[in-house]
């Protein structure tokens, strides 16, 4: 089996520009406090793996500063295009790192743990490209990737219904036929997700986050099946 280290890339977007569609239960500064718990929760789930080359890509300072906390490399961003913040991600960890497998990895994961993504990473290992998608089954909270042959930004299709973008470029969906790490599936863009995650068992950022605020009575908004993919 496929024994090289496995390279984490994260990208984070502007605070202040973060996840917007909870702006109907969640104050900005809230959105804020809870992008970092997520954040930091995810970043918990990869030091348990043991994995330890993570970049973290974003234009927020506030990011970089919690990415260096669990000794995270940081790469400035200066646009909002996922895509491209992976690119550029993927780039410094084959730079620094050549040796790696990449895996492209969203933000927003409170309940993600580390034996979830430890499995997935050892059944990834076979595989040129591979993803997990979201519990809703149209966007992807996971690619991994073995670049030997074109440049990254050819396999990043992150955005509107990038389950199915990945697939057609021929990454293979690791949870196909069955239910495995659901965990690994909940990425939060609205108060439903975050209910969500909080029944399979929150990280304890993101749980103490949660504890402070009234969601418990919020119902998902209109659009809420609309499932961007990102931070």
Known sequence: METRPVAVVIAVKELSAAKTRLAPALDRDARRALVLAML????????????????VVSPDQAVATTAGAFGAETVVDRGDVLNRAFAMGIDHALTRWPDSRILVL??????????????AVEESAPLPSSYIPDHAGTGTT????????PHAA????????????????????????????????IDVDTVDDLLTAARFGLGPSTSAILSRLRLSEQTQTPDSTLRPDGP
């Open 154 to 185: 050819d396999f990043l299709k992150f955005g509107a219904d990038s389950a199915q973008r990945h697939s057609d470029h021929g990454a293979i969906d690791l949870t196909s036929d069955s239910d495995r790490w659901p965990d690994l599936r």
């Open 106 to 119: 969203q933000a927003d994961l409170p309940a993600a743990t580390p034996a979830s993504l430890t499995a």
């Open 142 to 149: 996971a690619l991994f990737l073995d670049l030997k042959g």
């Open 40 to 55: 930091e929760d995810t970043l918990t789930a990869v030091a348990g793996t043991g994995l330890e080359r993570v970049v």
